[in-house]
């Protein structure tokens, strides 16, 4: 996955999910707390010179639910692990901690808590070595709370901690932070502190990685960190997110950062802090991000701003100086992509300062990317030329806008509503038509008949599929009348039918997938004639006209941009028709064998939709013409029993669903292609005053087309 692709991901999964718990997270605690009852399972621990409540679980240091919606002055942990000896080993991982309430005034939020050494503290001679900590998999979801006591050092939230007193090493690593209408001092998606002298940092090793930062109106007095490790020179910080959302202010934001004490002279290059960070800016209201200090140690950026910010808007705003490399290996960052919140065209040359920085731009002349990836919604793609500066870092729309590849998927969706329509020809020729025949006696009149109809099928276009399973009914009358030249039936009927569909879209780095409900309901006429003949051969023409109304819905979770799954519905008008004609060749003994040849063509009227409630798509109109070919041999089982078996082709001539987005074309799926046929018919007649037939069909098919399609058939004639 592209790091365009996973921002994407955790960016719109933030937007659409609950403030408090993200998705795929549940909050059901083991300890719940809202400052009235008798505070359970409180510690009592040292900080500076005062004394802190604890709140946390009593059930082991990991897998614990902690909710706090009341209390002041309180140290809230997922779990606590504290140890005091060497070669401890110790976890506190997988926790989840809730803290909702108006105006809570709480002291520090952890998600897991892993210490040796703490009671310590205050006895500078004693240090443990061999330690090694863990704190994995925290979760925890912060809204309108204060925690900002800048009199403690330890006032902050923090996916996960640890702090060793001596040497060893330390994990605080997947972890996620989501912070809503909140101020606090800190954060920390995950923090590694070691406590030790300078002789020994280099025996430390820290790693804080992949955690997740999401703070949506948050106002953060001092630092932002992805991961931290402290006091150590050996380490990994990478490939965290922190992602910065709305009226969200800090002092300084970082990526990831491992570094020794600051008293210490040596600083050794065996770190990597840098690698992989991301920074994601997003901003649906009209304003930017600002950070009055400094932005660094991030590898990628990434925009997804509001379409309606005035050209030339600054989105990040640092009062200081913001890095675009990796100070100590001086690679480059990457701004990733530039996206737009809503499928809205821009204009060529929209401008947007991406950032804009007081005392520089910081690249030490190695920033050199001249072109990001851009798009609106989940529809639009740009080519955004970078310009920078040596203040500012902009984005300008560049020539070369297009509908995005990934919209081919919802048009899949209609071209399953355009098929389903064109087989409800298959319900209505051949042994179909021939119901009709058979209930319409000369007199008395009419006869009634009722087909249905269950198939899957699988049509191949190009990159993608569309696997349609519908199932079709028909009720009609029909009335025969005998001329000098022949016989003609003629009937009315309606149609109905149901279906879903799966659609799959290969674009080579990824696939996109979607399905949807198909809904049918219409009428129609038909007619055939049959030349009188006097042999043993029998000629006949057949057609029908039919008409009615399709509607259809879809939806898929791989699309890109995506805030609502890419859902929407269409309805549409659709009219068909067709033309046929065949002979018969009576053998002896009863059996049968008809050639038959007929053309059909399918109007689907346009529509419009509004795909994942941004993107506009205006729906072409769409046809469908089929022609189809072929032979059926049908004998007598003995008695009233009867088989029919045939062979043909059929080909599809024209089906592609054109579509337009913010008047750019679609690529669309195109059908077009042939498929053999086999089918088999077994028939049963009971005669009598009211003759009744009931028949059971199964037709196979192969090519453009591939799957299988199964058919009922009552007739009666009165």
Same mark, same amino acid.
Do not use: W
């Given at each position: 996955?592209?790091?365009?692709?996973?921002?994407?991901?955790?960016?719109?999964?933030?937007?659409?999910?609950?403030?408090?718990?993200?998705?795929?997270?549940?909050?059901?605690?083991?300890?719940?707390?809202?400052?009235?009852?008798?505070?359970?399972?409180?510690?009592?621990?040292?900080?500076?010179?005062?004394?802190?409540?604890?709140?946390?679980?009593?059930?082991?240091?990991?897998?614990?639910?902690?909710?706090?919606?009341?209390?002041?002055?309180?140290?809230?942990?997922?779990?606590?692990?504290?140890?005091?000896?060497?070669?401890?080993?110790?976890?506190?991982?997988?926790?989840?901690?809730?803290?909702?309430?108006?105006?809570?005034?709480?002291?520090?939020?952890?998600?897991?808590?892993?210490?040796?050494?703490?009671?310590?503290?205050?006895?500078?001679?004693?240090?443990?070595?061999?330690?090694?900590?863990?704190?994995?998999?925290?979760?925890?979801?912060?809204?309108?709370?204060?925690?900002?006591?800048?009199?403690?050092?330890?006032?902050?939230?923090?996916?996960?901690?640890?702090?060793?007193?001596?040497?060893?090493?330390?994990?605080?690593?997947?972890?996620?932070?989501?912070?809503?209408?909140?101020?606090?001092?800190?954060?920390?998606?995950?923090?590694?502190?070691?406590?030790?002298?300078?002789?020994?940092?280099?025996?430390?090793?820290?790693?804080?990685?992949?955690?997740?930062?999401?703070?949506?109106?948050?106002?953060?007095?001092?630092?932002?960190?992805?991961?931290?490790?402290?006091?150590?020179?050996?380490?990994?910080?990478?490939?965290?997110?922190?992602?910065?959302?709305?009226?969200?202010?800090?002092?300084?934001?970082?990526?990831?950062?491992?570094?020794?004490?600051?008293?210490?002279?040596?600083?050794?290059?065996?770190?990597?802090?840098?690698?992989?960070?991301?920074?994601?800016?997003?901003?649906?209201?009209?304003?930017?991000?600002?950070?009055?200090?400094?932005?660094?140690?991030?590898?990628?950026?990434?925009?997804?701003?509001?379409?309606?910010?005035?050209?030339?808007?600054?989105?990040?705003?640092?009062?200081?100086?913001?890095?675009?490399?990796?100070?100590?290996?001086?690679?480059?960052?990457?701004?990733?992509?530039?996206?737009?919140?809503?499928?809205?065209?821009?204009?060529?040359?929209?401008?947007?300062?991406?950032?804009?920085?007081?005392?520089?731009?910081?690249?030490?002349?190695?920033?050199?990317?001249?072109?990001?990836?851009?798009?609106?919604?989940?529809?639009?793609?740009?080519?955004?030329?970078?310009?920078?500066?040596?203040?500012?870092?902009?984005?300008?729309?560049?020539?070369?806008?297009?509908?995005?590849?990934?919209?081919?998927?919802?048009?899949?969706?209609?071209?399953?509503?355009?098929?389903?329509?064109?087989?409800?020809?298959?319900?209505?020729?051949?042994?179909?038509?021939?119901?009709?025949?058979?209930?319409?006696?000369?007199?008395?009149?009419?006869?009634?008949?009722?087909?249905?109809?269950?198939?899957?099928?699988?049509?191949?276009?190009?990159?993608?599929?569309?696997?349609?399973?519908?199932?079709?009914?028909?009720?009609?009358?029909?009335?025969?009348?005998?001329?000098?030249?022949?016989?003609?039936?003629?009937?009315?009927?309606?149609?109905?039918?149901?279906?879903?569909?799966?659609?799959?879209?290969?674009?080579?780095?990824?696939?996109?997938?979607?399905?949807?409900?198909?809904?049918?309901?219409?009428?129609?006429?038909?007619?055939?004639?049959?030349?009188?003949?006097?042999?043993?051969?029998?000629?006949?023409?057949?057609?029908?006209?039919?008409?009615?109304?399709?509607?259809?819905?879809?939806?898929?979770?791989?699309?890109?941009?995506?805030?609502?799954?890419?859902?929407?519905?269409?309805?549409?008008?659709?009219? %068909?028709?067709? *033309? +046929?004609?065949? !002979?018969?060749?009576? &053998?002896?003994? @009863?059996?049968?064998?008809? /050639?038959? $040849? #007929?053309?059909?063509?399918?109007?689907?009227?346009?529509?419009?939709?509004?795909?994942?409630?941004?993107?506009?798509?205006?729906?072409?109109?769409?046809?469908?013409?089929?022609?189809?070919?072929?032979?059926?041999? %049908?004998?007598? *089982? +003995?008695?009233? !029993?009867?088989?029919? &078996?045939?062979? @043909?082709?059929?080909?599809? /001539?024209? $089906? #592609?669903?054109?579509?337009?987005?913010?008047?750019?074309?679609?690529?669309?799926?195109?059908?077009?292609?042939?498929?053999?046929?086999?089918?088999?018919?077994?028939?049963?007649?009971?005669?009598?005053?009211?003759?009744?037939?009931?028949?059971?069909?199964?037709?196979?098919?192969?090519?453009?087309?591939?799957?299988?399609?199964?058919?009922?058939?009552?007739?009666?004639?009165?």
């Amino acid at each position: 996955m592209s790091h365009f692709q996973s921002f994407a991901a955790f960016v719109i999964c933030a937007l659409t999910a609950s403030l408090l718990v993200p998705c795929g997270s549940a909050s059901a605690g083991d300890v719940r707390y809202d400052g009235t009852q008798a505070a359970p399972n409180f510690k009592i621990v040292f900080q500076g010179t005062n004394y802190y409540h604890v709140l946390t679980s009593d059930d082991g240091p990991s897998d614990n639910n902690v909710t706090v919606t009341g209390g002041a002055d309180i140290f809230t942990l997922g779990g606590v692990f504290e140890g005091a000896s060497d070669n401890a080993t110790g976890a506190a991982s997988r926790n989840t901690v809730v803290v909702s309430g108006d105006g809570l005034d709480l002291k520090s939020v952890m998600g897991g808590y892993a210490s040796v050494g703490m009671s310590e503290i205050s006895t500078s001679s004693v240090y443990y070595s061999g330690v090694s900590l863990t704190t994995e998999g925290n979760s925890v979801f912060v809204s309108g709370a204060d925690i900002s006591d800048l009199n403690s050092l330890s006032s902050a939230v923090s996916g996960g901690s640890t702090y060793i007193r001596g040497t060893g090493k330390a994990k605080s690593s997947n972890n996620r932070v989501v912070i809503v209408n909140s101020t606090v001092r800190d954060v920390y998606g995950g923090n590694n502190t070691f406590y030790t002298s300078s002789p020994n940092y280099d025996a430390n090793y820290g790693e804080s990685d992949y955690n997740e930062v999401y703070l949506d109106n948050v106002t953060v007095l001092e630092f932002v960190y992805g991961g931290q490790s402290s006091s150590t020179n050996n380490g990994t910080a990478v490939h965290n997110t922190v992602t910065l959302k709305g009226a969200t202010s800090a002092k300084s934001v970082q990526g990831g950062r491992v570094r020794p004490r600051l008293d210490n002279p040596i600083y050794y290059e065996v770190y990597d802090d840098f690698t992989g960070n991301t920074l994601n800016i997003v901003t649906p209201a009209a304003g930017g991000i600002t950070v009055t200090a400094n932005v660094r140690n991030f590898e990628y950026f990434n925009f997804l701003l509001d379409p309606s910010a005035a050209d030339g808007s600054v989105v990040l705003d640092v009062g200081e100086k913001a890095f675009v490399y990796d100070e100590q290996t001086k690679k480059p960052s990457k701004i990733a992509s530039v996206g737009f919140l809503s499928g809205v065209v821009l204009p060529e040359g929209y401008t947007v300062v991406l950032m804009k920085a007081g005392d520089g731009i910081e690249d030490e002349d190695v920033f050199a990317q001249s072109e990001a990836g851009g798009f609106s919604g989940v529809n639009i793609l740009y080519n955004m030329n970078l310009v920078k500066n040596a203040n500012t870092l902009s984005a300008v729309v560049g020539a070369g806008t297009r509908s995005n590849p990934q919209m081919e998927s919802p048009s899949q969706g209609r071209e399953a509503g355009l098929l389903m329509v064109s087989e409800g020809l298959d319900l209505i020729v051949g042994q179909n038509l021939n119901s009709a025949v058979s209930a319409s006696p000369a007199e008395p009149c009419p006869g009634l008949f009722f087909d249905a109809a269950y198939g899957r099928s699988r049509y191949g276009a190009g990159g993608g599929d569309v696997d349609l399973a519908s199932f079709s009914g028909l009720l009609g009358a029909a009335c025969s009348s005998y001329l000098d030249s022949g016989v003609l039936t003629m009937g009315g009927f309606v149609e109905l039918g149901r279906g879903s569909y799966d659609v799959k879209l290969d674009l080579g780095d990824r696939v996109v997938r979607g399905d949807g409900d198909l809904r049918r309901i219409g009428g129609g006429v038909l007619a055939r004639f049959e030349f009188d003949s006097r042999t043993n051969k029998k000629f006949y023409l057949h057609s029908s006209l039919r008409g009615g109304r399709l509607s259809q819905d879809y939806q898929s979770s791989d699309l890109l941009n995506s805030r609502n799954s890419g859902r929407h519905d269409t309805s549409s008008m659709y009219a %068909a028709g067709h *033309l +046929g004609l065949g !002979a018969e060749v009576r &053998l002896a003994g @009863g059996a049968l064998l008809d /050639f038959y $040849a #007929r053309y059909g063509h399918t109007y689907l009227k346009g529509a419009d939709a509004m795909v994942d409630g941004t993107a506009p798509v205006n729906y072409k109109a769409a046809v469908s013409s089929r022609a189809r070919a072929g032979g059926r041999y %049908a004998f007598n *089982l +003995g008695g009233r !029993a009867r088989l029919q &078996l045939g062979l @043909g082709y059929d080909h599809e /001539f024209d $089906a #592609r669903t054109k579509a337009t987005t913010g008047g750019l074309p679609v690529n669309t799926p195109d059908m077009s292609g042939g498929s053999a046929v086999a089918e088999i018919n077994a028939a049963y007649l009971r005669p009598g005053p009211v003759p009744v037939s009931l028949s059971l069909g199964l037709e196979g098919f192969m090519g453009r087309r591939k799957g299988v399609a199964g058919s009922l058939k009552l007739t009666v004639a009165f």
